[in-house]
């Protein structure tokens, strides 16, 4: 767990829950909405590692490129 638990106070933990907000992923071209929990310190709003993944992924790669386009070929 990456936080403390959901309405728990602040005490001197690493991490802590700043809600939500809405967010969405791209895969394979369609775009789907989610809802991103927010995570804080004492420096602001960090990155979910996770997130940051899947976001980065590119899910519609050269191979699935090369698949479709074979098919018209």
Known sequence: MVCGKAHQRKHGELFHRGGSEKSFLVVEGA??????????NEN??????????????????????????????
């Open 44 to 73: 602001g709003e960090v990155e979910l590692e996770t997130l940051k993944k899947l976001r980065d992924q590119d899910l519609f790669d050269e191979t699935n490129a090369s698949r479709m386009t074979g098919v018209f070929h």
């Open 31 to 40: 775009k789907y909405a989610l809802r991103r929990p927010r995570v804080r």
